[in-house]
Nanobody, 125 residues
């Protein structure tokens, strides 16, 4: 089965930047959407950003719009999340997810069938 492996998390100062990567391993696959979610302690896992198969359509949560950019490199099945202007409230474990099914809403965790292990992002003030 396909595995998603996140990397690029770390500790940064407020206003700094990080670039997260999500690499797919295993057999070739082409999900309808790839997305980033995040989860802070005591909170629900929330939608951050999504990108379609071609990379031509992107979606963002209002909280990150204008600061984060999702992109993909299809040649190596990698999805990126460029995070600029980081704020302490961005601190969370960030998860990469794949929506293989054609049904389900893009912002619902239940719509995604494959998940990575998560990478910690901590933003200090």
């Amino acid at each position: 089965q396909v595995l998603l492996i996140e990397s690029g998390g770390g500790l940064v100062q407020a206003g700094g930047s990080l670039r997260l990567s999500c690499a797919a391993s295993g057999r070739t696959f082409s999900p309808s959407l790839m997305a980033w979610f995040r989860q802070a302690p005591g909170k629900e896992r929330e939608f951050v950003a999504a990108i379609n198969r071609s990379g031509g359509n992107t979606l963002y949560a209002d909280s990150v719009k204008g600061r984060f950019t999702i992109s993909r490199t299809n040649a190596d099945n990698t999805v990126y999340l460029q995070m600029n202007g980081l704020k302490p409230e961005d601190t969370a474990v960030y998860y990469c997810a794949a929506k293989v099914a054609l049904v389900g809403r893009y912002y619902d965790t239940s719509a995604y069938q494959i998940w990575g292990q998560g990478t910690q992002v901590t933003v200090s003030s």
